[in-house]
């Protein structure tokens, strides 16, 4: 299946996406679409044969739980409601706690490194293998990007990437600036991993851009793409000719004629023909003998091992042995960074009301209490423990806040009566003294 050049479409974007030359396709994460009401400009590119592919985040494959059925039906739905020829996830952890833990359920709202164990590798098979069975098209994985590394790792990267797509046939998305970043920050060879994975079960490539800040490389998607990044590029068109190359952007986002340049540039290193060998159609590997499921410990040794190392980055919990604590304390950070944000951007308001204060007020509130139920709980959250403290000082602000909690709480699942009634009686008393 030929895709050509595609980009990452974002509604901040949408006109700019629309008006590109030279666009074949585009990519949605799966997650911010409505299946029912898709968003009108994603609407038209449909209309007009633009193919569309859903990229799921928050399905957390290698995790130790089995795929959440409800995730799996939605982005089964999306895939059909877009005509999308497969969707792709990532092979990463999200969550952790709950029942294989006894312990509170908690959200990473970030993509976490999987253990590249043969116990781990076993969970995630099984993982795919189910998500695969759900899926009305062909599923293909994506590589992260992460700061630091598991103790103990029997494969590496390229290693672990073959063993799944000979288990299970699931198909290969390629992140060259997640190879480019796993360089930096935890020396491996971008060549070794695609020397070693099947670049036969490529689906496609992501192309982002990212800044390096002591000696650290964040993926941080709002900056250009770098020539280091479009090396790893050529080292991969040198053994495969891959269906599609995707341009992702997701903040900070330039002038159009910006990036119309970094896709010309893209186009161009894709087209050179000194470096792009006649390609056999790329087709989802058929699946292998399948392994012996994990048993039941497995899950549980695999939960426990992601549970205290996502206590360690969200709860300020001590780091798990074997890691680097440093580079964790730099995890922990850019997490709390990035929730601060998504929240700023799906509740802008928040700042609105809250001024120069909502950042330093929400580093302080997300440092003591972990995300349990995604970001637009979490901005709920933060507006009642505002509340519950008598906070914002100004009392305009506050009943400005309050009247804002007030009008999204109902859809939402109600909060303990005690806790609810301490947050309406902060409420009445603003509105009295009022």
């Given amino acids: 299946m030929e895709l050509g050049i595609g980009i990452g479409w974002r509604p901040e974007i949408a006109r700019t996406v629309a008006e590109l030359p030279g666009i074949d396709w585009v990519e949605v994460v799966a997650e911010n679409i409505c299946p029912g009401h898709l968003p009108e400009p994603l609407a038209r590119l449909r209309e007009r044969g633009t193919r569309i592919i859903p990229h799921g985040v928050s399905l957390g494959l290698g995790g130790a739980d089995r795929p959440d059925e409800r995730r799996l039906a939605e982005l089964a739905e999306r895939a059909v409601a877009l005509g999308a020829p497969l969707v792709t996830e990532h092979i990463a952890f999200v969550r952790g706690g709950g029942p294989l833990t006894a312990s509170p359920r908690l959200e990473a709202g970030h993509l976490l490194p999987v253990p590249r164990t043969r116990e781990a590798l076993k969970v995630l098979c099984e993982n795919v293998r189910i998500a695969q069975d759900s899926l009305p098209v062909p599923l293909a994985l994506e590589n992260i990007a992460a700061l630091f590394s598991w103790p103990d790792e029997e494969l590496t990267e390229g290693q672990f990437l073959a063993e799944l797509v000979e288990r299970t046939g699931v198909g290969l998305l390629i992140d060259v600036a997640n190879l480019h970043t796993n360089r930096v920050n935890r020396g491996e060879d971008p060549a070794r991993a695609l020397d070693e994975l099947p670049v036969e079960a490529i689906a496609y490539v992501h192309v982002a851009g990212g800044v390096e800040r002591d000696g650290v490389w964040h993926d941080s998607h709002a900056h250009p793409v770098t020539e280091p990044v479009l090396e790893v590029l050529r080292e991969l068109l040198s053994r495969v000719s891959p269906p599609g190359v995707l341009l992702e ?23 050179e023909p000194a470096l792009v060998p006649a390609r056999e159609p790329v087709t989802t590997a058929p699946r292998g003998e399948s392994a012996p499921a994990p048993d039941t410990g497995a899950r549980e040794r695999l939960a426990l091992g992601q549970t205290a190392l996502l206590s360690a980055l969200v709860a300020g919990t001590p780091a798990p042995e074997g890691f680097d604590s440093r580079r964790l304390r730099v995890q922990s950070r850019a997490l709390a960074a990035k929730r601060a944000s998504v929240v700023a951007r799906i509740a802008p308001e928040l700042p609105e009301i809250l001024g120069a204060d909502y950042r330093t007020g929400f580093l302080a509130y997300a440092g003591a209490r972990p995300m349990r139920a995604g970001y637009r709980r979490d901005a709920l959250d933060f507006a009642e423990h505002l509340l519950i403290a008598g906070r914002p000082a100004d009392d305009g602000a506050r009943r400005e806040l309050t009247r804002w909690w007030e009008e999204r709480i109902a859809p939402h699942p109600p909060r303990p009566p005690r806790r609810t009634g301490r947050i309406l009686r902060a409420a009445r008393a603003v509105l009295v003294r009022r």
């Fill in 249 to 271: 952007r997701d903040e900070d986002f330039p002038p159009a004629a910006e990036l119309a340049a970094e896709l010309e540039t893209i186009r161009r290193t894709v087209l």
